[in-house]
């Protein structure tokens, strides 16, 4: 019953920003890292951003200095503020966390439904 919910997706100018939102919901033990992959039309999915439960973030080279990663504990929220979007980061926003519910024994990698970020002037 854990569910990753993401919302902040649509359509943006080339230069814009977006900021992309991720909750976890459910009977949640803890969450480890949590993060963002990406998927354009014809590609492979890609990483974008990640962050830990204590807040060491790594980002994509392809991204690194437009986009920033951080999350919110309390309430269980992972955010990705995307800054100077260019056409080429138009993509299917993928939430991942690694969760272990109440109710199950182990840790397991959850994804949300994504979300469509469009780049396009």
């Known amino acids: 019953q854990v569910q990753l919910v993401e919302s902040g997706g649509g359509l943006v100018q080339p230069g814009g920003s977006l900021r992309l939102s991720c909750a976890a919901s459910?009977?949640?033990?803890?969450?480890?890292?949590m993060g963002w992959y990406r998927q354009g039309p014809g590609k492979e999915r890609e990483f974008v951003a990640r962050?830990?439960?204590?807040?060491?973030?790594n980002v994509a080279d392809s991204v690194k200095g437009r986009f920033t990663i951080s999350r919110d504990n309390a309430k269980n929220t992972v955010y990705l503020q995307m800054n100077s979007l260019k056409p080429e980061d138009t993509a299917v926003y993928y939430c991942?966390?690694?969760?272990?519910?109440?109710?199950?024994?182990?840790?397991?990698?959850?994804w949300g439904q994504g979300t469509l970020v469009t780049v396009s002037s």
């Open positions: 991942n966390a690694i969760i272990k519910a109440y109710d199950d024994t182990v840790s397991r990698n959850f």
């Open positions: 962050i830990t439960s204590g807040g060491t973030t």
């Open positions: 459910g009977t949640i033990f803890s969450i480890n890292t």
